[in-house]
């Protein structure tokens, strides 16, 4: 048996004797620190075999995940707001508000200490909205944290950290399914939402903790002031919560980055492509794409090995309206003056072609000032995504 093993079998024997649990609740702090709540699970079924009380189990699992909770309730920001580091540690705190409120309201509706009342029901639907919100917060550290940490050389804490992410997905995915259901199947799945939201609470716990005493100061040490200005500004293009405190960037908001040529290469502002690497791309997209310029006359098409319509180069300087047949040109018209003028930026159709489904979307091109560049046209069989039913995982 270990160490640790022997100080949790001494607290559960102190609790069975009915110690003073403020004074339990101390020393265990002292003596074993942070660890992770499923650590009290691998010994549970041991100790209940002996002859351990799953009651008194049950206190030592709601002392762990009370220190967790105020551990990291009073866990003060490691920077100023403003910080995206600020961000994400105010979102940890309130999403451990949120899920210690939920666990709480629906333990007293388990346990008949509160009636399924619908306004209850509809408080427990608007938490879970939170964590349904909350999606964008793993999103900006998988996708704009986490690779700029991995740039200077630390990935195991962030792979880490990513598949706790998917394991905490999976625990909301059950109450996102609870969400939707009516007020009287929500108050019959009181048992199953109840061991869920428990079991969140613990989980999300433990993984802030992590992040905001590990994660978080590596980067701080790790990234630069412009890495830090990179970070918001792509975490301003994925999105916040309702209840984010959003960052900023120093000085004033930096200008669209403008693409770039060098050497037989494109500079984006997110990322550079050889220009033979840029005509591979275009070619391989499963879709048709067509641009059209700002006096209508096309200028480009991609040559995908299975187009939908037929396009030869012929047609590059031609002017759209004679691509069309008669009967549908004042359409094609009526699209690009609103283009044009502003009135509207999209237009989609969809149409048969013997067996075969196409959809067809128009897009209006413009600048950073505005100013219309042009009309993307872009065509997709659409046959077998139609079919597409229930999901199929990546590694299937």
């Not at 640790?4 to 609740?25: H, S």
């Not at 149409?351 to 009309?375: M, Q």
């Amino acid at each position: 048996m270990s160490e640790r093993e022997n100080l949790l079998r001494d607290f559960v024997e102190r609790i069975q004797g009915g110690e003073d649990l403020e004074k339990l609740k101390k020393h265990y702090m002292s003596a074993l620190g942070v660890i992770n709540p499923a650590e009290i699970s691998l010994y549970k079924e041991e100790w209940v075999k002996e002859g351990v009380s799953e009651k008194d189990i049950q206190v030592l699992i709601d002392m762990n995940f009370n220190f967790f909770r105020e551990s990291v309730k009073n866990q003060k920001p490691i920077v100023q707001k403003g910080h995206p580091v600020f961000t994400l540690m105010a979102e940890h705190s309130l999403l451990l508000e949120y899920v210690n409120e939920l666990a709480s309201l629906i333990t007293s509706m388990v346990k008949g200490e509160r009636e399924t009342k619908p306004e209850f029901l509809e408080r427990i639907r608007q938490l879970i909205g939170f964590f349904e919100e909350s999606e964008t917060h793993y999103q900006r550290e998988e996708n704009a944290l986490f690779p700029l940490i991995e740039k200077h050389g630390l990935t195991g804490p962030p792979s880490a950290m990513w598949t706790e992410h998917q394991e905490i997905h999976s625990l909301e995915k059950t109450l996102f399914e609870m969400k939707a259901k009516s007020n009287d199947e929500l108050a019959k799945n009181l048992d199953k939402l109840h061991a869920t939201s428990i079991n969140l609470a613990n989980m999300l716990a433990s993984h802030f903790n992590k992040e905001n005493s590990i994660l978080f100061p590596a980067s701080m040490r790790l990234l630069s002031k412009e890495e830090w200005d990179t970070v918001t500004q792509d975490f301003d293009d994925i999105g916040y919560c309702s209840y984010s405190v959003k960052p900023f960037r120093r000085g004033e908001p930096a200008s669209p980055e403008k693409p770039t040529i060098s050497e037989n290469e494109i500079a984006f502002g997110s990322g550079k492509l050889s220009m033979g690497v840029l005509e591979a791309i275009f070619n391989h997209l499963p879709i048709d794409i067509t641009f059209v310029d700002a006096h209508d006359r096309v200028q480009f098409f991609s040559e995908s090995p299975d187009r939908i319509f037929v396009r030869s180069r012929a047609v590059i300087g031609r002017s759209v309206q004679l691509c069309h047949p008669k009967k549908s040109v004042h359409i094609v018209e009526e699209i690009l003056n609103d283009f044009r003028s502003g009135n509207r930026d999209a237009a989609e159709f969809w149409i048969n072609l013997g067996e075969k489904t196409i959809y067809i979307r128009y897009f209006a091109v413009r600048d950073v000032t505005g100013e219309y560049l042009g009309c993307l046209e872009v065509s997709q069989n659409i046959t077998e995504i139609l079919k597409i039913t229930g999901e199929k995982r990546l590694l299937e």
